[in-house]
């Protein structure tokens, strides 16, 4: 079956950096972008952008232009998210999910468990 | 970017009742609505996309109506397992957006 299995939870400092990776398993990395979203109590989920994981190609939402970083490693079918200069903003849980897409629809049928980031000093 | 505006924020309703959340989209997009459902400390579930296709595996009490710009969510005959938090989604354009989603709790 379909899964993604994301990274563990990271407690990081202010200024610094992270990657979480997303793990994909039971289909065709290359045939579905992946997603990235973020959770927070304020805020609630918010789109961070996609990559796909054919050609590397990304899009992303203007809020995380500069913030967030999207890449993929075709050999072992993991997407990866590279957060940087991180504020407390920045604690949430983000999420990986497998992209399909019905027409213009875009529709996120799989999704990670969640990676838990904390930003403290 | 296309504004989600979700309603009610939250809902108590009883086991064997139906309740409904509607959701109402900045903009036409042309019946390009998601549905997810969330559960405390997990991830979020597809449930309904297209506006009214319901996702494989999820029950017939569970449906999705809607065009243009208003949307809504039905569950019919509630059951234990429905009380979690449900999002609607941009499925139209990027950046995709969310609601700010409607808890629904046993009343």
């Known amino acids: 079956q379909v899964q993604l299995q994301q990274s563990g939870a990271e407690l990081a400092k202010p200024g610094s950096s992270v990657k979480i990776s997303c793990k994909a398993s039971g289909y065709t990395f290359t045939s579905y972008y992946i997603s990235w979203i973020k959770q927070t109590t304020g805020q609630g989920l918010e789109y961070i952008g996609y990559i796909n994981t054919g050609s590397g190609g990304t899009n992303y939402n203007e809020k995380f232009k500069g913030k967030a970083t999207l890449t993929v490693d075709k050999s072992s079918s993991t997407a990866f998210m590279q957060l940087s200069s991180l504020t407390p903003d920045d604690s949430a849980v983000y999420y990986c999910a497998r992209d399909v897409y019905y027409g213009l629809l875009g529709v996120m049928d799989a999704w990670g468990q969640g990676a838990s980031v904390t930003v403290s000093s | 970017d296309i504004q989600m505006t979700q309603s009610p924020t939250s809902l108590a309703a009883s086991v064997g009742e139906s309740v409904t959340i509607t959701c109402l989209a900045s903009e036409d997009i042309y019946g390009s609505l998601v549905w997810y459902q969330q559960k405390p400390g997990k991830s979020p579930q597809l449930l309904i996309y297209?506006?009214?296709i319901l996702e494989d595996g999820i029950p017939s009490r569970f449906s999705g109506s809607g065009s243009d710009t208003q949307y809504s969510l039905k569950i019919n005959s509630l059951q234990p397992e429905d009380f979690a938090s449900y999002y609607c989604?941009?499925?139209?354009?990027?950046?995709?957006?969310f609601g700010g989603g409607t808890k629904l709790e046993l009343k």
């Open positions: 989604q941009n499925g139209l354009s990027t950046p995709r957006t």
């Open positions: 297209g506006a009214t």
